[in-house]
């Protein structure tokens, strides 16, 4: 199985702030990576497919980045509604896997 | 609107079963391939199960496999996830999902959007 490890765990950042989470397979995975969000007592949301394409609706303060190895998920300027956990998922093969999670706590 | 809602979860003892629903509208339901994704609090996210938009492939983690059966119902919209042999460590918030964008053909893996609500499950005797 391909592991993903997801960095840092948690952060504190303030409203208007730029945070940058890091996502990294062990094996390379092209671009076939997405990111969710995910707010307490709620279901995952998708937020970004094949690394860096938005999904339909999602803020354009929302910006993925990275191939192969290594991607980012960067959130140019933190809004109230951002505070969540985000994971990152690998669809390169199966099983697709998902990162540990990155908790954006409220600064 | 595309809406998933999942059901069926409960209270079961180790050993025994249990059978998971989610019911799909607001898109065309035999376009797409269909998933099940767990999670627990000590282990987050994790992948469960995938079945082709027509029901002829289907895919299990390990952890699962041999124990759980994926199938959907054309005619309802509607996914099930079987569960037998029912662990502890099964124990886990269920969610489904509808899966898009699959990396280079449609029988591979994809992106879940959207996801159901979910539904809990506790094994425990």
């Known amino acids: 199985d391909i592991q993903m490890t997801q960095s840092p765990s948690s952060l504190a950042a303030s409203v208007g702030d730029r945070v940058t989470i890091t996502c990294r397979a062990d094996?390379?995975?092209?671009?076939?990576l997405a990111w969710y969000q995910q707010k307490p007592g709620k279901a995952p949301k998708s937020l970004i497919y094949?690394?860096?394409s938005l999904q339909t609706g999602v803020p354009s303060r929302f910006s993925g980045g990275g191939s192969g190895t290594e991607f980012t998920l960067t959130i140019s300027s933190l809004q109230p509604e951002d505070f969540a956990t985000y994971y990152c998922q690998q669809y390169n093969t199966y099983p697709p896997t998902f990162g540990g999670g990155t908790q954006v706590q409220i600064k | 609107e595309m809406h998933l809602v999942a059901s069926g979860g409960g209270l079961v003892q180790p050993g025994k079963s249990l059978r998971l629903s989610c019911a799909a509208s607001g898109f065309t339901f035999d376009s797409y391939a269909m998933t099940w994704v767990r999670q627990t609090p000590g282990k987050g996210l994790q992948w469960v199960s995938t079945i082709n938009y027509s029901g002829s492939k289907t895919y299990y983690a390990d952890s699962v496999k041999g124990r759980f059966t994926v199938s959907r119902d054309s005619s309802k919209n509607t996914v099930f996830l079987q569960m037998n042999s029912l662990r502890v460590g099964d124990t886990a918030i269920y969610y489904c999902?509808?899966?898009?964008?699959?990396?280079?053909?449609?029988?591979?893996?994809?992106?879940?959007?959207?996801w159901g609500q979910g539904t809990l499950v506790t094994v425990s005797s």
């Open positions: 094996q390379g995975i092209s671009n076939w």
């Open positions: 999902a509808r899966v898009v964008y699959s990396s280079g053909g449609p029988d591979r893996p994809g992106v879940h959007d959207p």
């Open positions: 094949a690394a860096s």
